[in-house]
């Protein structure tokens, strides 16, 4: 009786891993964001409208101009009229896409800075991901209604060591 309870307890301990990680994994989907031109890139968002970017940064999902494109799959479509401008900039070693959004879209927080998603390290949040590209960086700044994102080859031209900066000196573009 003994060994049975152990051999039992310790099929359960593996059952509860097991349904842990089958839980951490499915509801998040793809961690994978694209640039690919003015029509087609992503950007983090919060999982839950009204989030500060900064609160989101572990959490955080993608969110495309289209759903589930080939290059990011899984990813939301962003709510129509959030994404009011966007300029992008492509060269031998980084793509880009700079421009405005509406907030009220989202239900973003007017008062709020921004925040920077990533993949330096872990990555925030934690698996994201530009595909094709070595390095992202990606901020979004509620306040003044801009958001930007590079994906990089060569990282050191995808700066993520500086995030309260913000997009206009992290990543230079039109921001009009
Ligand atoms: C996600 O991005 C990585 C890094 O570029 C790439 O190796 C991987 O194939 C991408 N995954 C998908 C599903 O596109």
């Not at 479509?77 to 060269?91: M, N, R, S, Y």
């Amino acid at each position: 009786m003994v060994k049975l309870s152990g051999v039992l307890f310790i099929l359960a301990a593996i059952a509860s891993t097991n349904a842990a990680v089958l839980y951490r994994r499915a509801p998040t989907g793809g961690l994978n964001v694209t640039v690919e031109s003015e029509q087609l890139f992503c950007s983090f968002l919060p999982k839950t409208q009204g989030e500060t970017i900064g609160a989101s940064e572990s959490d955080a999902v993608p969110y495309c101009t289209q759903a589930n494109p080939p290059n990011a799959p899984g990813a939301t479509a962003f709510p129509d009229g959030f994404i009011k401008t966007a300029h992008f900039v492509t060269t031998d070693t980084y793509v880009q896409v700079t421009g405005t959004m509406d907030i009220t879209k989202f239900g973003l927080d007017p008062t709020d800075g921004g925040g920077q998603y990533d993949n330096q390290g872990e990555g925030s949040p934690p698996g994201a991901l530009c595909t094709g590209y070595e390095k992202f960086v990606n901020l979004v700044e509620p306040s003044d209604g801009i958001y930007c994102i590079r994906c990089c080859k060569n990282p050191d031209e995808c700066d993520t060591g500086k995030s309260t900066e913000g997009c206009h000196t992290i990543i230079p573009g039109d921001y009009s």
